[in-house]
C-alpha cells in the first residue's frame, strides 16, 4: 500500500500562484511514475503534469511553461509549482503513484483561482 497526502491548496487571484506539494509513504517502489491531475466539477479528470524518478516530465499543454513538476526523491515527495495562474485552473488536484500495475490515488486538494 502507499499513502499519498496532497497539501499546498487554496484560493489564489488570477495571476497569482501555489506550490502543491504530495507526500507519499508505505511500499514505495524506487522505480516509479508520480503525477498531477485535475478534476474540474462535471469535467473528466486529466493529467496536469507527470515525472519520473529519473525526472523525465510531461506536461499538459494548458499548463507549459506556468506549471513545474519536481520531486526529491529523498523524500518521497513531489512537488507542483503552479505560476500565472487562470480562473480555468480551478479544480481539486489529485497526487499519483504508479508502479506498474500499482496505482494510488491522494485525496486531492482544492485549488480556487479568482479572476
Known amino acids: 500500500q502507499v499513502q499519498l497526502v496532497e497539501s499546498g491548496g487554496g484560493l489564489v487571484q488570477a495571476g497569482g500562484s501555489l506550490r502543491l506539494t504530495c507526500a507519499a509513504s508505505g511500499s514505495i517502489f524506487s522505480e516509479n511514475v508520480m503525477g498531477w491531475y485535475r478534476q474540474a466539477p462535471g469535467t473528466k479528470r486529466e493529467l496536469v503534469a507527470s515525472i519520473t524518478t529519473g525526472s523525465d516530465t510531461s506536461y499538459a499543454d494548458s499548463v507549459k511553461a506556468r506549471f513545474t513538476i519536481s520531486r526529491d526523491n529523498a523524500k518521497n515527495a513531489v512537488y507542483l509549482q503552479m505560476n500565472s495562474l487562470k480562473p480555468e485552473d480551478t479544480a481539486v488536484y489529485y497526487c499519483?503513484?504508479?508502479?506498474?500495475?500499482?496505482?494510488?490515488w491522494g485525496q486531492g486538494t482544492q485549488v480556487t483561482v479568482s479572476s
Open positions: 499519483k503513484y504508479t508502479h506498474i500495475w500499482r496505482i494510488y
